[in-house]
């Protein structure tokens, strides 16, 4: 179908008819459990009707044979360390509305290189309107992060980012619900030219998504979901204009539940998959699909073994004009030993690879990345509210046609201190 409106209605048409006859499946019943309430009701601080969690990381302690993975001809080895402290408040408005704020400040932190310190901030803002049947959210969002910026460029660039999400779920059964949701983000690259390319320039944005989602949970252990997605990318500057674009996708998935005080489940984690229609405005690109998804599953074979795979897939924006986006793949998996209550041991292998499937000629093809990653971790509880982790990872990276190897590894630790629940209180697809 090479009309994108046309596969974009029927996308969104399919996704209302969904949502209309899954209507005369509902059986009264109950929210069964609410879990912002929960979080509210177990958080560790209580000041008078407020509750908090805190957290202190002291993260990516350790050695660093090139701080740059490898990316220049010249190796930067470097000792470094990220201390981060993060809160998350939780204050009543009212019986059913609950406001939740979070907030992280990171100080990274190198021996060598004064010029790759910095300090990183986050705060995320949320409303939470709870009731049995109905659940919305709303939300305004800051970061000032700079971190690495992708498989194209792998140096530290600062980006800011201004976002707002909406969100409303509606269970009309105990088995089936429906959720609506609207995010929008505007993202700034703080960072001068890099070889001769303006990176805000060429990447500062608006992105738009509208989600509509189906959810159907058939026991206790396991719930199906069905997504559809419309999304829109719009460049602010004139010269990076030829970059807008919309995306259509529609996603299917399974998430596995592990039930509370019950034994460990055999199956863990969720995936989904689907498909991806990127619709670009210039004419003179040719648009591209894809299947795309991502997925974590743990299978637990017995009490002290488990087995972890995991992938990702998804289109990514490049920095390079020329080439306006690249499909970026991920999988791999490993073992994890539960030596006793307090201590793991782990090891994880993991292959990707960075293509460009879109090109202003046909002829004009860009480079390929492929990338490896071997790691092995011990962790260990040391008591109620501290846990450390010690880790090592080997990287390399290849650069084709040109078969240019770039190799790097780091050993250290992770210290942490409390916990807080992050980010996503009910990450979708954990909605029920």
């Known amino acids: 179908m090479r009309n994108p409106a046309r596969r974009g209605c029927l996308i969104l048409f399919i996704s209302i008819f969904l949502l209309a006859t899954s209507q005369s499946f509902a059986q009264s019943g109950n929210w069964m459990a609410n879990t912002v309430l929960s979080l509210f009701q177990n958080a560790p601080w209580k000041l008078g009707t407020v509750r908090a969690y805190r957290q202190f990381t002291l993260g990516n302690a350790g050695y660093d044979s090139d701080i740059y993975y490898g990316y220049y001809d010249t190796h930067y080895p470097d000792a470094s360390f990220n201390a981060a402290p993060a809160f998350q408040w939780f204050v009543p408005l009212s019986k059913l509305v609950i406001f939740d704020s979070y907030q992280s400040l990171e100080g990274v932190f190198y021996f060598k290189n004064e010029n790759e310190r910095a300090f990183n901030f986050v705060t995320r803002n949320q409303v939470h309107f709870l009731s049995k049947k109905f659940y919305g959210k709303t939300g305004l969002n800051y970061s000032n992060v700079r971190q690495r910026f992708s498989p194209e460029l792998l140096i530290h660039i600062r980006q800011e980012e201004i976002s707002w999400?909406?969100?409303?779920?509606?269970?009309?059964?105990?088995?089936?619900?429906?959720?609506?949701?609207?995010?929008?983000?505007?993202?700034?690259?703080?960072?001068?030219?890099?070889?001769?390319?303006?990176?805000?320039?060429?990447?500062?944005?608006?992105?738009?998504?509208?989600?509509?989602?189906?959810?159907?949970?058939?026991?206790?252990?396991?719930?199906?979901?069905?997504?559809?997605?419309?999304?829109?990318?719009?460049?602010?500057?004139?010269?990076?204009?030829?970059?807008?674009?919309?995306?259509?996708?529609?996603?299917?998935?399974?998430?596995?539940?592990?039930?509370?005080?019950?034994?460990?489940?055999?199956?863990?984690?969720?995936?989904?998959?689907?498909?991806?229609?990127?619709?670009?405005?210039?004419?003179?690109?040719?648009?591209?699909?894809?299947?795309?998804?991502?997925?974590?599953?743990?299978?637990?074979?017995?009490?002290?073994?488990?087995?972890?795979?995991?992938?990702?897939?998804?289109?990514?924006?490049?920095?390079?004009?020329?080439?306006?986006?690249?499909?970026?793949?991920?999988?791999?998996?490993?073992?994890?030993?539960?030596?006793?209550?307090?201590?793991?041991?782990?090891?994880?292998?993991?292959?990707?690879?960075?293509?460009?499937?879109?090109?202003?000629?046909?002829?004009?093809?860009?480079?390929?990345?492929?990338?490896?990653?071997?790691?092995?971790?011990?962790?260990?509880?040391?008591?109620?509210?501290?846990?450390?982790?010690?880790?090592?990872?080997?990287?390399?990276?290849?650069?084709?046609?040109?078969?240019r190897k770039l190799k790097r590894y780091f050993i250290g630790f992770n210290l942490t201190f409390g916990s807080i629940p992050g980010e996503n209180i009910l990450p979708i697809p954990s909605l029920l």
């Open 165 to 403: 999400d909406g969100l409303f779920l509606w269970q009309f059964s105990r088995s089936t619900a429906a959720a609506w949701q609207i995010r929008g983000a505007r993202l700034n690259y703080r960072q001068p030219a890099y070889e001769g390319i303006s990176i805000d320039r060429e990447l500062n944005r608006n992105e738009y998504y509208a989600d509509a989602f189906l959810y159907f949970q058939p026991g206790m252990r396991s719930r199906l979901f069905l997504n559809g997605q419309l999304g829109l990318y719009n460049f602010r500057y004139s010269e990076s204009k030829f970059k807008d674009s919309h995306t259509y996708a529609v996603f299917g998935g399974l998430e596995f539940i592990p039930a509370l005080g019950s034994p460990r489940p055999v199956f863990e984690g969720n995936f989904n998959i689907g498909y991806m229609y990127l619709d670009l405005k210039n004419r003179q690109f040719k648009d591209a699909s894809a299947l795309v998804g991502n997925g974590n599953i743990l299978l637990n074979l017995s009490r002290w073994l488990s087995l972890q795979a995991y992938y990702s897939r998804d289109f990514s924006v490049s920095v390079y004009s020329s080439l306006l986006h690249y499909l970026q793949t991920t999988y791999g998996g490993g073992l994890r030993f539960t030596l006793s209550k307090r201590v793991t041991l782990g090891n994880d292998f993991a292959q990707g690879l960075s293509k460009y499937p879109l090109s202003q000629e046909e002829s004009l093809t860009g480079p390929e990345y492929r990338f490896t990653t071997m790691m092995a971790n011990l962790g260990i509880r040391i008591s109620r509210d501290w846990s450390l982790n010690i880790f090592g990872t080997f990287n390399q990276r290849k650069l084709l046609p040109e078969e």
